[in-house]
Every structure is written in structure tokens, then in C-alpha cells.
């Protein structure tokens, strides 16, 4: 007997906004998580005693405005803290580039290594800007289907050329963001290498890729896209760490009926003449809805959860050629002191020196295959642990990789 209408496999970000969405739309909603804490990518762990951090993603902005609107996520605790500064790179030969949403710093900074490079940042992003309100509405949409042959789909791919060509100029711009690498785009707009570096982290950051190669200035772009209250293009952090993220909607779906378990991993799908009809906890405990959304990834969910042999062969087939490699990896640092590296000491691939409250990050090599993007967030007692007050500098070395 089904016991709830969905059963959402996964506690992370997404798997708690669409129990929250359902729990809103009157569905008996059960989630289950496999770890003790919610959140997935997006949480916050004690990692060392009384120590507070984002284990995995640190910063946001792409939460679209809409979730925090209408799953009324302020009331559950969510606060963004604009980055200012966003960022911090230090240079071998002492020099430094600090970038922020303050513009008169921005350029005087900028100027320190090119007044040409400082003149055209602000057209740089006004371009990505204009680029980005003909995205940014996309990420809201269900993509249209082109082979479905249904006239709602054909109306929005209308509609999607329509706002195409109204970027006029820009739209061959567009193209090559879309498709294209990062590396000609920001070598046409700028001329000094420090500057370059520093824009060149957002291009490959997650990225199993150089800013050379294609698919890279669509990472370089989406950086622009977001919000940070109101702010456009801002990222910002998290009180209480991206946790507050996964906490907010967690305690949304739960003040609207949704259940929700931690250490529940489940199984398998139960399936039946081609319909799910529920799951199997590891411990063997069956739970049964005519309904299931799993937050776990393409691969596990139909490869491992379920048994292929229920698909079709095609979609099976097709499941198996997503590409999983990463060159992600974070390591979270707690330090008694900030890093005062001088630049007598410093290195390309060591940590970089600041003065300010930073989450260094540094370029490292993986010894098996090649470059690896690292995230390394390091953090004083002062800047992460206990409730996050103000903001904290994001430290990008040369070579470093940051969001
Ligand atoms: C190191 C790192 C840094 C990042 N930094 C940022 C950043 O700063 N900003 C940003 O916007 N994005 C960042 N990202 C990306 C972002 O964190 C992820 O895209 C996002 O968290 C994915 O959310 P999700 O809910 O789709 O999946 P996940 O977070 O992967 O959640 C899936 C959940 O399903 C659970 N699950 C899986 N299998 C089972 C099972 N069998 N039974 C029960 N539960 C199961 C998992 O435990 C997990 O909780 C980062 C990612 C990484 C890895």
C-alpha cells in the first residue's frame, strides 16, 4: 500500500526544493537521505569541533529568485552576504589585483597593470550582461522539444529566436559564449596577463578542461549570470554556510507536510510491468509510492538504483555515455593565522599571501592526469567558525581556480 504520493530519493539542494514544491502543491512528500546531514554538495558540516564549514560549495548566486520568493525562504533563515571584495590575486613579484563590486577600487586596481585593461572591463561585462537577459530567463523554462511536434513547443522555440535576434550585434557574441573558449574572448578584451589569470579562474573552474578549449567561456559566462539580492551578477556566501541554503528549504518542505529521513539509503526502485511503485532501503525496508524523484545522479539512478533491464535499451545506452569525469576537488583548512606568505617565499603552486580575511586557492597538479582545478578553502577561527558575520575575501592565486 503506497504510503506517500512521491518519494524523493536524495536530500540534497534540489531533491529539498522539489519536496518543497510538491509538499506546497498538497502531495505527500518523503524524502530520503542517505547521509546524516542534508544538503549534499550544499551543506555545512562541524567539521572540526565547534568549527562551521561548507564542505563542498561555499558561494551562491544562482538560486534563482523565484525559489527564495515563492518557497519563502527568508522566513526559514536563508541570508546572502554579498563577496566584497569577490576577489584577491597575488602575484610573485609582490604585485597584487584585488576585484570587487566596488568599480572606482575595481579600476584603480586594474590600472596598476594596464589603464587600458581598467577601461574596458566595465564594457566587458555590460556585453556578458547583455548576454546574460537573454540566458537568464532560459534557466526558468522547460526546454522545448523541437521532435515533440506539439505547437507549445514549436511557439517557444519561436519565441527563443525572437529574443535571439533582438541581441543584435551581440548575438554572434552569444553564439561564441555559448559554444566557444575563454581564453580569444579574453584575449581580445584584455591585455594584461594579471588580469586575464584572474577572469581566465571562472573559465575552468569544475571544468575538466583549459581555458583553450571549447565549452570553456560558458563557465567563464554563467559567473555573471545570478543574483545576490537584487544585485545582478553578484555571488555572494551563505549565513551559516551553503547549509542555510539546504536548511531553508528543508524546513519550508517540512512546514507544508513533507517527511523527510537521514540515514535512509536506498537500495534499489522497486519496479513493476514498467511502473515504479516505490523503494528498498538498504536495510531492506520497503516503502511504496506511485511516485519517485531521485536527486541522485543520471547513472546511479538508472544504472544502480534501478534494474536497466526495465528501460529501454536505448535510453540505457544512452545514460551510459555521460561523461563523469571531474577535475574537482576542495580541501577545507582550518589555520590559526591568515597565510602571510611574502613574495620572496612565494610560489606559483603555493599557498598565496593576504593581508585581508581569505579562502585561498591555488592551482595544484594531479599527478596522474595533469591539471586538476582545486578548490581550497581556508578559513581562521575568526572567519568560520561560529554564526558567519560579514564577509570574506576570495583568494585566487596566478594559476588558481575559484568561484
Ligand atoms: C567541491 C564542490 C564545490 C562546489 N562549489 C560550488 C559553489 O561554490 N557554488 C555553486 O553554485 N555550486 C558549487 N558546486 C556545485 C553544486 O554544489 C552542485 O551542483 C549541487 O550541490 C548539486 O545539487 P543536487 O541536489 O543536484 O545534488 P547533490 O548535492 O549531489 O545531492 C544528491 C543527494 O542525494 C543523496 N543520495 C545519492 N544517492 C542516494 C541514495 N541511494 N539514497 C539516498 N540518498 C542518496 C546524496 O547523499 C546527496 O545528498 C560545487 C560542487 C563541488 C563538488
Keep these: 500500500m503506497p504510503?506517500?504520493?512521491?518519494?524523493?530519493?536524495?536530500?540534497?539542494?534540489?531533491?529539498?526544493?522539489?519536496?518543497?514544491?510538491?509538499?506546497?502543491?498538497?502531495?505527500?512528500?518523503?524524502?530520503?537521505e542517505r547521509r546524516h546531514v542534508l544538503g549534499g554538495a550544499c551543506t555545512t558540516e562541524e567539521v572540526w569541533p565547534g568549527c562551521k564549514v561548507s564542505t563542498a560549495a561555499y558561494v551562491n548566486s544562482l538560486l534563482r529568485p523565484q525559489v527564495i520568493r515563492e518557497l519563502e525562504l527568508k522566513k526559514y533563515g536563508f541570508e546572502m552576504l554579498p563577496r566584497n571584495p569577490s576577489s584577491f590575486t597575488p602575484f610573485p613579484d609582490g604585485r597584487s589585483l584585488l576585484l570587487g563590486p566596488d568599480a572606482k577600487l575595481t579600476y584603480e586596481e586594474i590600472s596598476k597593470f594596464s589603464a587600458k585593461d581598467a577601461e574596458a572591463l566595465p564594457k566587458y561585462e555590460a556585453m556578458l550582461l547583455r548576454v546574460a537577459e537573454f540566458i537568464e530567463p532560459l534557466l526558468d523554462e522547460t526546454p522545448p522539444d523541437p521532435f515533440a511536434g506539439r505547437i507549445g513547443d514549436l511557439w517557444k522555440l519561436a519565441k527563443i529566436g525572437w529574443q535571439f535576434r533582438k541581441l543584435g550585434k551581440d548575438a554572434a557574441k552569444a553564439v561564441e559564449i555559448l559554444t566557444g573558449a575563454a581564453r580569444p574572448i579574453l584575449d581580445r578584451w584584455f591585455e594584461s596577463e594579471q588580469l586575464k589569470v584572474t577572469l581566465a579562474t571562472d573559465a575552468i573552474i569544475g571544468a575538466f578542461a583549459s581555458p583553450s578549449m571549447p565549452g570553456t567561456a560558458y563557465v567563464l559566462?554563467?559567473?555573471?549570470?545570478?543574483?545576490?539580492?537584487?544585485?545582478?551578477?553578484?555571488?555572494?556566501?551563505?549565513?551559516?554556510?551553503?547549509?542555510?541554503?539546504?536548511?531553508?528549504?528543508?524546513?519550508?518542505?517540512?512546514?507544508?507536510?513533507?517527511e523527510?529521513?537521514?540515514?535512509?539509503?536506498?537500495?534499489?526502485?522497486?519496479?513493476?510491468?514498467?511502473?515504479?511503485?516505490?523503494?528498498?532501503?538498504?536495510?531492506?525496508?520497503?516503502?511504496?509510492?506511485?511516485?519517485?524523484?531521485?536527486?541522485?545522479?543520471?547513472?546511479?539512478?538508472?544504472?544502480?538504483?534501478?534494474?536497466?533491464?526495465?528501460?529501454?535499451?536505448?535510453?540505457?545506452?544512452?545514460?551510459?555515455?555521460i561523461d563523469y569525469n571531474s577535475a574537482s576537488l576542495k580541501i577545507n583548512v582550518h589555520?590559526?593565522?591568515?597565510?602571510?606568505?611574502?613574495?620572496?617565499?612565494?610560489?606559483?603552486?603555493?599557498?598565496?599571501?593576504?593581508?585581508?580575511?581569505?579562502?585561498?586557492?591555488?592551482?595544484?597538479?594531479?599527478?596522474r592526469r595533469g591539471r586538476t582545478s582545486s578548490r581550497c578553502s581556508c578559513s581562521t577561527p575568526r572567519t568560520s567558525c561560529g554564526p558567519a558575520r560579514g564577509t570574506t575575501a576570495a583568494t585566487r592565486s596566478p594559476t588558481a581556480a575559484s568561484r
Excluded at 526544493?17 to 510538491?22: F, Q
Design 3 to 32: 504510503t506517500h504520493d512521491v518519494i524523493i530519493v536524495g536530500g540534497g539542494h534540489n531533491g529539498l526544493t522539489c519536496a518543497a514544491y510538491l509538499a506546497r502543491a498538497g502531495a505527500k512528500v518523503l524524502v530520503l
Design 260 to 321: 523527510i529521513q537521514t540515514n535512509a539509503p536506498v537500495a534499489r526502485l522497486i519496479v513493476r510491468d514498467g511502473h515504479v511503485g516505490g523503494v528498498v532501503l538498504e536495510d531492506g525496508t520497503q516503502l511504496f509510492a506511485p511516485m519517485v524523484a531521485s536527486n541522485a545522479d543520471a547513472n546511479v539512478t538508472f544504472l544502480k538504483l534501478t534494474d536497466p533491464k526495465e528501460l529501454p535499451a536505448d535510453f540505457v545506452s544512452a545514460i551510459k555515455t
Design 221 to 258: 559566462f554563467h559567473h555573471v549570470m545570478g543574483e545576490c539580492d537584487g544585485a545582478r551578477g553578484v555571488w555572494g556566501y551563505v549565513r551559516g554556510g551553503m547549509g542555510g541554503i539546504s536548511k531553508a528549504l528543508a524546513d519550508s518542505a517540512r512546514a507544508h507536510g513533507a
Design 335 to 367: 589555520v590559526s593565522e591568515l597565510p602571510t606568505t611574502t613574495p620572496s617565499t612565494a610560489s606559483r603552486r603555493g599557498p598565496p599571501s593576504s593581508n585581508a580575511r581569505s579562502r585561498p586557492s591555488w592551482t595544484i597538479r594531479s599527478p
